[in-house]
């Protein structure tokens, strides 16, 4: 596939910038702070990406602007900060998430949904300390409640207090075990529509973007349904860049994208500092003009 533009990006991206020049203008428009999953504040995020040589970011917790909040009116200079959020939903019954950004905050309609996702999120860790209780963890919603310390509470905040109580011996381990996707605490079918979803976020004058396409494992043809759903929803943009892409995985979305008129959007998913996980900002200068999210933000 010659006329992928972003394969060339990608494979720079895996290869680590390490040493990268400061010139290249990073965007990332999917991160992580300790107001959901990730590890740092969202100050010490915006902080980070400002040294690694992000000149635009959006912070895109799960299910909460809590951390944009925080830190937008005092944004260190030199960076770029708008408004984000990862929001969980459903399409049948396939837990699908969409990226918001660039939407205004104060939207009474968003907020709606988003205490929605407050409260479907609190009646889920309910549901999944009473299985992790079936299996032999009693206390997982005390215990994951404290090491969330009042972020929005996910799974990942369980994996972190099934490893502190001694019952996994990794936190990979309790997703394989007990929360990763078909196990006993993977409760589905919670979440708002897809359709809803798009629509609290572009009725805030947002823009909405399909998150990590690939990440759910679909055949190549229900993907495509996915999509199509996405935009007749009035979905904007695919997610082209997620953390590391593997090889190819950027020529697929590419073929998406342009195949059903959409646009680009790309983030690093970043949640702490990890062998795995991709470091923040993606370098974007090999998207060809009129294809990124960032020219309308
Ligand atoms: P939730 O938003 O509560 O459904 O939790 C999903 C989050 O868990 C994702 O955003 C990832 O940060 C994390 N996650 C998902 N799968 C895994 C896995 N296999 N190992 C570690 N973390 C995971
Ligand atoms: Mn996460
Ligand atoms: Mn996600
Ligand atoms: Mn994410």
Known sequence: MVDNPILL??????????????EIALIDFHTHSAASDG??????????????????????DHDTIAGYLSVYQSVPSGLDLISGVELSCQWGRVGIHIVGLGFDPASPALLRHLEGLDKARKDRAEKIAHTLDRNGMPGALVGAMAV??????????FARWMV???HVDSEQLAFKQFLGRGKPGDISLLWPTLDDTVAAINGAGGVSVLAHP???????????ALTDAFRDAGGQ?????????R????????????ERDLQISVGSDFHRDSPYGAGLGVDVTGIPEGMGVWEQL
């Open 9 to 22: 990006l990608s494979s720079a991206g895996s290869l680590g910038y390490s040493g990268r020049s400061v």
């Open 39 to 60: 590890t740092l504040s969202p100050r010490d995020l915006a902080d980070r990406a400002v040294s690694e040589g992000v000149r635009r970011l959006a912070i895109t």
């Open 148 to 157: 969330a310390a009042g972020a929005q509470i996910g799974r990942p905040h």
């Open 164 to 166: 502190l109580a001694g």
């Open 214 to 224: 690939l990440d759910y494992k679909m055949t190549a043809t229900r993907l495509r």
């Open 237 to 245: 943009a695919l997610e082209v860049i997620n953390g590391r892409p």
């Open 247 to 258: 090889p190819g995985d950027t020529d697929t979305l590419w073929r998406l994208v342009r």
